[in-house]
């Protein structure tokens, strides 16, 4: 692994934005760090990162119509020639925790053929792929490298756990921390966007419990 791109789709969160990105080094130690913003229907914040941007962000995409998580990460992996973060835009990287995913995928996974889970602190309960670091090696699993399931719109990391466990490629690493700023326990970080995101809740959902029920994970073709 030579170098990271760092996934964050956006949309509508200018602040939330600028939060996330300045929690992150503008270099890693042993690793190059590319930082993808992808903005999901918005035009707005589009182009203010292209006028204000001041080297951090290494790509700016703007998806002309409100397209969700999966499409616009998916719009990214399949072109990457390395390893992938992928992140929000709520979120806040603790100090040291970037680098640490990446001592841990050199160290767990030297093939580059593993999934790094990041540590979401004072969260009672949250997936060990809700932020997680991939190797290009798991990456080439999946078609097209499209890392996430299409027909998911939002909430599709679940796959990713399940896929990274049965295969044992899973590596939670505790000193990869964050801060995830979600509505939950964080009442006043409610926005338009957090309600437009529940509106797909329960078809996510749905679409999960089914491929569960019938033993179907993304990129496995075992």
């Known amino acids: 692994m030579k170098y990271i ?6 949309r509508n969160r200018w602040e939330k934005l600028q939060r996330c990105l300045q929690s ?10 590319n930082i993808i913003i992808i903005c999901d229907g918005d035009r707005e914040t589009a182009e203010r990162l292209i006028v204000s941007n001041n080297g951090q962000v290494g790509r700016i995409v703007f998806v002309t ?26 979120i806040e ?9 990446a001592d841990a995928m050199r160290e767990q996974f030297p093939d580059d053929d593993g999934v790094v889970g990041f540590n979401q602190i004072g969260k009672q309960t949250f997936s ?6 991939v190797g290009q090696q798991f990456l ?9 399931y299409p027909e998911y719109f939002h909430f ?21 921390r964050l801060y995830h700023y979600h509505p939950n326990w964080e009442r006043t970080e409610m926005d338009k966007t957090h309600s437009e995101a529940r ?20 990129g496995d073709n075992g």
């Not at 791109?5 to 956006?10: M, N, S």
């Not at 992150?24 to 760090?33: A, E, N, R, Y």
């Not at 999966?70 to 709520?90: G, I, K, P, S, W």
């Not at 509106?199 to 993304?218: E, F, H, P, T």
Request: proline share 3%.
């Open 93 to 101: 990287f603790k100090l040291g925790a970037i680098e640490a995913a």
């Open 128 to 133: 060990k792929t809700g932020v997680a670091l």
């Open 65 to 90: 119509d409100h397209s969700g998580a999966v499409f616009c990460r998916n719009l990214v992996t399949q072109c990457a020639e390395d390893a992938v973060l992928y992140a929000t835009d709520d």
């Open 199 to 218: 509106v797909y809740r329960g078809k996510d959902l749905g679409i999960s419990r089914k491929r569960r029920a019938n033993k179907i994970i993304w």
């Open 24 to 33: 992150i080094p503008k270099t890693l130690s042993q690793v190059g760090l």
């Open 5 to 10: 791109d760092l996934i964050i789709p956006t």
């Open 156 to 176: 599709s990391c679940q796959e990713i756990e399940r896929l990274a466990s049965k295969l044992g490629k899973l590596h939670f690493e505790e000193r990869a």
């Open 140 to 148: 080439c699993r999946y078609p097209d490298k499209k890392l996430f």
